[in-house]
């Protein structure tokens, strides 16, 4: 087909064209998804800086938060994309869509690079509670779990995987561990979340019949938490799923008081074979030293509830749009600038994996890494070593957001690489409230801070490709 010449994405991609499969899903792309009317121009959020170094940096910064197309981008991908399991159409779409917007916006070495990913169906599910009251419950079963056409059993309530005993043989364990509300949000997160993703083997392995978790967060609205969760293959497979921080504690009052509780869990799930996917990449190519590589990204896939907005929408239209400002400034970095768009982040990481293994032996100066949501951004998290560090300081400095521990998930295969590792740490509050939700949708995103993020990836990306080593 010819391209509009006001829709250079709409050109042919062969790419799309090799099974029947994605041949639907191109078509029913190509015209509406990749790259929507521009938005009235925003007001500038106030720079992080009060000073920029250089005029480049300046006005980068000033056109990131600025920008016009960042929102409705974000817009497609979370609106008429929306959810993005790995194995799913949806991710599918969200592949083609991603490289036509990358070759849309003229970047070179476009390509996308084959990632085979799991392909777990979360199929219907009902919880309900049978005694002392009839009543139905909210839940969401966790990534990876085997179904149930049915069970039904009563509720052991536990606090800590050492509550576990020989006592909650035959019966349901709920893991009743609540997360602190104590700033950051992440941090909190990353302290509980090894309840999820043991829950099962270690109930099973005391002869358990299913698991259920308390949602990982501070906040809830009667709204269930997914995420993913790991078995071992020493003890049986048994379903499981996460409930309301509301419900939770409710069963928990009711248990430690003597009552019985009795539920009944249904669940559809079932893992099918591994399916095709990809990373997407494109760069930049440096204008001194073009073998130097600066990473920014993010990761197409989302869970399979709500629209993957905070999780993660905003890293990749960040990506994307970090991408297109740069270039579309005429700015010339010295280092290549290389965007990637990884697949399977949220449970398997795949993609980050592939991209380590068929790339770790290039040039990596630093890899940058935005999969926290759209907050106000607050500090980079890195990891490397001293002069590593040093360099990342001087790179960061004139953007006046300060430097401490991290990373990324889809990054940190490149660590044993010696990759400078770095990642974007936004205020996270509302981030964790609908984090693995069906409430991660485009309307919790707020435009002022999404720039702002969109402002501080750019400036940095290319602070990174410009600074000495």
Same mark, same amino acid.
């Given at each position: 087909?010819?391209?509009?010449?006001?829709r250079?994405?709409?050109r042919s991609?062969?790419?799309a064209?090799?099974t029947?499969?994605?041949?639907a899903?191109?078509?029913t792309? #190509?015209?509406a #998804?990749?790259?929507?009317?521009? *938005?009235?121009?925003?007001?500038?959020?106030?720079?992080?800086?009060?000073?920029?170094?250089d005029a480049?940096?300046?006005?980068l910064?000033?056109?990131?938060? %600025?920008?016009?197309?960042?929102?409705?981008?974000?817009q497609?991908? @979370?609106?008429?994309i929306g959810?993005r399991l790995a194995?799913s159409?949806? /991710?599918?779409?969200?592949?083609?869509?991603?490289?036509?917007?990358?070759?849309g916006?003229?970047?070179?070495?476009v390509?996308?690079e084959?990632?085979?990913?799991?392909?777990w169906?979360?199929g219907?599910?009902?919880?309900?509670?049978?005694?002392? =009251?009839?009543?139905?419950?909210?839940v969401?079963g966790l990534? !990876?779990?085997v179904g149930?056409? !049915?069970l039904?059993a009563?509720?052991?309530v536990?606090?800590?995987?050492?509550?576990?005993?020989?006592a909650?043989?035959?019966?349901i364990?709920?893991?009743?561990?609540p997360?602190? @509300?104590?700033?950051p949000?992440l =941090?909190?997160?990353?302290?509980t979340?090894?309840?999820r993703?043991?829950a099962?083997?270690?109930a099973?392995?005391f002869?358990?019949?299913?698991a259920?978790?308390?949602?990982?967060?501070?906040?809830?609205?009667?709204?269930?938490?997914t995420?993913s969760?790991q078995?071992?293959?020493?003890?049986?497979?048994?379903?499981?799923? &996460?409930? $309301?921080?509301?419900?939770a504690g409710?069963?928990?009052?009711?248990?430690?008081?003597g009552?019985e509780v009795?539920?009944r869990l249904?669940?559809? *799930?079932?893992?099918?074979?591994?399916?095709?996917?990809?990373n997407?990449?494109?760069e930049?190519?440096?204008s001194?030293?073009?073998?130097?590589?600066?990473?920014v !990204? %993010?990761h197409?896939?989302s869970w399979?509830?709500?629209?993957?907005?905070?999780?993660d929408g905003v890293?990749i239209?960040h990506t994307?749009e970090a991408?297109?400002?740069?270039?579309? /400034?005429g700015?010339?970095p010295?280092?290549?600038?290389?965007?990637?768009?990884? $697949?399977n982040?949220?449970n398997?990481?795949?993609g980050g994996?592939?991209?380590?293994?068929?790339?770790g032996?290039?040039?990596?100066v &630093?890899?940058?890494e935005t999969?926290?949501?759209?907050?106000r951004?607050?500090?980079?998290? &890195? $990891?490397?070593?001293?002069? =590593?560090?040093?360099f990342l300081?001087?790179a960061?400095?004139?953007l006046?957001i300060?430097?401490?521990?991290g990373?990324g998930?889809?990054i940190?295969?490149l660590k044993?690489k010696?990759? /400078?590792l770095?990642g974007l740490?936004?205020?996270?509050?509302?981030y964790?409230?609908?984090?693995?939700?069906?409430a991660? $949708?485009?309307?919790?995103?707020?435009?002022?801070?999404f720039?702002? !993020?969109?402002? &501080?990836?750019?400036g940095?990306?290319w602070r990174?490709?410009?600074?000495p080593?």
């Amino acid at each position: 087909m010819t391209a509009h010449p006001a829709r250079p994405w709409a050109r042919s991609y062969n790419g799309a064209m090799r099974t029947p499969r994605l041949v639907a899903a191109f078509a029913t792309l #190509l015209i509406a #998804l990749v790259v929507p009317q521009a *938005a009235p121009a925003a007001e500038p959020h106030p720079t992080p800086a009060a000073v920029a170094p250089d005029a480049a940096l300046a006005r980068l910064l000033e056109a990131a938060r %600025g920008d016009t197309l960042a929102m409705p981008r974000l817009q497609v991908l @979370t609106d008429e994309i929306g959810a993005r399991l790995a194995g799913s159409e949806a /991710l599918v779409r969200a592949t083609i869509w991603g490289e036509l917007a990358l070759r849309g916006d003229g970047h070179e070495n476009v390509r996308h690079e084959k990632v085979m990913v799991p392909a777990w169906v979360r199929g219907r599910e009902r919880l309900a509670m049978l005694a002392p =009251q009839r009543r139905e419950l909210a839940v969401l079963g966790l990534g !990876g779990s085997v179904g149930t056409a !049915g069970l039904e059993a009563s509720v052991a309530v536990v606090h800590s995987f050492a509550d576990l005993s020989p006592a909650v043989a035959g019966k349901i364990v709920l893991f009743d561990v609540p997360m602190s @509300t104590e700033p950051p949000a992440l =941090q909190q997160y990353g302290k509980t979340a090894y309840v999820r993703a043991g829950a099962a083997a270690r109930a099973a392995e005391f002869g358990a019949v299913a698991a259920l978790v308390r949602s990982i967060t501070a906040r809830s609205l009667y709204t269930p938490h997914t995420g993913s969760m790991q078995y071992d293959d020493r003890f049986p497979r048994i379903p499981a799923a &996460a409930v $309301t921080v509301e419900d939770a504690g409710w069963i928990d009052r009711l248990v430690s008081r003597g009552i019985e509780v009795r539920l009944r869990l249904e669940m559809g *799930a079932e893992t099918r074979p591994d399916a095709e996917s990809a990373n997407v990449l494109a760069e930049i190519v440096g204008s001194e030293r073009p073998e130097e590589i600066v990473v920014v !990204g %993010g990761h197409l896939d989302s869970w399979d509830v709500g629209q993957g907005a905070h999780d993660d929408g905003v890293g990749i239209v960040h990506t994307i749009e970090a991408m297109r400002l740069i270039r579309s /400034l005429g700015l010339k970095p010295k280092r290549t600038i290389r965007a990637v768009l990884f $697949t399977n982040e949220e449970n398997g990481l795949r993609g980050g994996k592939a991209y380590a293994e068929a790339h770790g032996g290039e040039r990596h100066v &630093a890899a940058v890494e935005t999969d926290l949501g759209g907050g106000r951004p607050l500090r980079w998290g &890195a $990891t490397g070593n001293e002069e =590593q560090l040093a360099f990342l300081r001087r790179a960061a400095a004139p953007l006046g957001i300060p430097v401490g521990d991290g990373g990324g998930a889809d990054i940190s295969p490149l660590k044993e690489k010696g990759v /400078l590792l770095v990642g974007l740490y936004p205020e996270d509050e509302l981030y964790m409230a609908v984090h693995h939700t069906a409430a991660d $949708t485009f309307d919790k995103v707020d435009p002022d801070d999404f720039r702002a !993020g969109l402002a &501080a990836v750019a400036g940095l990306v290319w602070r990174l490709a410009n600074e000495p080593l």
